[in-house]
């Protein structure tokens, strides 16, 4: 069965743009993560994330909105503890790490009534997005395009020579904290695409393949997107054909793009 046909199906296509939504989220902020370095710190957000869906379920309100308040949470901790404390970035995202996936267990077991299905928040269910889900996706990646596009040459400075940009005048934990609060909400957009667990290897693995190949950050971000969108048609696809895990199926294929292009460019060296 071809794509076109399978698109006929409405879950397909909303999953297809949730996917593609998720794409531009992934080809801004993953290129900036990437090129930042801090890609642990993203993956820390993410998972203390989950601490929100625990809280959405036990208090009865939209999960993803719990998640989003606790990303936002998690990445300016992240950012003033770095900045404001002798514990080390490591240990911070350590800490935050599993505190909010722990509160997030312990909240959905005091939840009465029914016991939500974890396996989606953890590992997504982009064939299940609804279409609030989508207005909410289509909002937060106007914001993070908005956001990216005023602080550009401060984001261009601040990951390439953070030294050179705090001689500058930029305000480097300022524009660390604006960073980390894109990646909050990239992780709030990919929670339903890959789930908690898998949303570091999507926000990773497309701009390491493109920083392979380029090293201009516009040319990062557009070829992250590109990839992105591959991978995410190519995920469903394969999902929908073979019966398996959309968000684990669209990880494997851009894991396989990374080994192969990884590749490709040993031999372009030699």
């Known amino acids: 069965m071809g794509l076109w046909e399978i698109l006929q199906y409405e879950f397909m296509r909303n999953a297809l743009a949730a996917g593609i939504m998720a794409s531009v989220a992934c080809g801004v902020v993953g290129a900036l993560v990437v090129t930042r370095r801090i890609s642990m710190i993203s993956g820390g957000i993410s998972h203390a994330a989950f601490g929100g869906i625990g809280l959405g379920f036990y208090l009865k309100f939209n999960p993803i909105l719990g998640a989003l308040i606790f990303a936002i949470i998690s990445a300016l901790s992240m950012g003033i503890i770095k900045e404001k404390t002798g514990i080390s970035e490591d240990s911070a995202i350590g800490i935050l790490w599993v505190t909010g996936m722990s509160l997030g267990i312990v909240l959905i077991s005091l939840t009465p009534g029914y016991t939500p299905n974890l396996f989606s928040y953890l590992f997504g269910s982009i064939l299940t997005v609804p279409r609030s889900d989508l207005i909410a996706m289509l909002i937060l990646d106007i ?21 050179y940009a705090e001689a500058s005048g930029i305000p480097v934990q300022y524009t660390y904290l604006t960073l980390l609060l894109l ?20 926000l990773t693995i497309p701009a390491t393949i493109a920083w392979q190949f380029s090293y201009k950050l516009k040319q990062i971000m557009i070829i992250s997107f590109i990839l992105s ?22 990880v494997l294929v851009s894991v396989a793009t990374l080994i192969l292009s990884s590749a490709l460019k040993r031999t372009l060296r030699k």
């Open 183 to 202: 990646v909050a909400l990239t992780v709030v957009i990919l929670i339903r695409i890959v789930g908690v667990i898998l949303i570091i290897a999507m």
């Open 229 to 250: 969108v591959i991978f995410t048609v190519e995920g469903l696809w394969l999902s929908y054909m073979l019966n398996l895990p959309s968000g684990a199926t669209i």
């Open 143 to 163: 914001a993070i395009l908005l956001v990216t596009y005023m602080f550009y040459e401060r984001f261009l400075a601040v990951s390439f020579d953070e030294d």
